[in-house]
């Protein structure tokens, strides 16, 4: 017997969300040819543009092996090229080649149509309260991560 019933675990209902939002965006993305994952890298690198793998690997929530094979299998495909850094040579910088550009715009106006659908279930003030709430648990979450090193 546990000492807290699943349906009163707020954990077990966030977690049904991001596994909902996921699995909708898995579907939307199929089309487009690319993960969640691998969309979700993409979008990183439009926004910066020579990010490192280990920079994004934290950006996407993902350990760096992981990202590392995201990133293999964007190469690929041909949709990012990476090249040394200037500065420092043992550093990659990765940016979007030109096919990626376009399989980038497609996937986003994919996944924008889930995220719209998603907003348009909520009021104006409602997405606002959840957005805010979220950034609470996320905020408690961080704090009471136990540390180690």
């Not at 000492?3 to 909902?20: I, Y």
């Not at 280990?54 to 090249?83: D, F, H, S, Y």
């Not at 040394?84 to 497609?106: C, F, S, Y």
Request: hydrophobic share 45%; glycine share 6%; with cysteine.
């Amino acid at each position: 017997m546990t000492s807290m019933p699943v349906s009163e675990r707020l954990g077990s209902h966030v977690k049904r969300a991001e596994q909902a939002l996921s699995a909708a965006k898995y579907a939307a993305l199929k089309p487009a040819g690319v993960t969640v994952a691998q969309y979700a890298a993409l979008l990183f690198l439009v926004e910066k543009p020579g990010i490192s793998a280990a920079a994004l690997a934290r950006a996407c929530g993902v350990t760096p092996p992981t990202m590392n094979t995201v990133l293999k299998n964007l190469q690929e495909r041909g949709l990012i090229e990476r090249t040394p850094h200037e500065w420092h040579k043992n550093i990659l910088e990765t940016r979007l080649t030109e096919q990626g550009k376009a399989v980038m715009a497609d996937a986003d106006a994919r996944a924008v149509r889930v995220e719209r659908a998603l907003a348009d279930e909520f009021s104006d003030e409602e997405r606002q309260l959840l957005v805010g709430l979220l950034a609470r648990c996320t905020d408690l979450l961080e704090s009471v991560r136990p540390k180690y090193g």
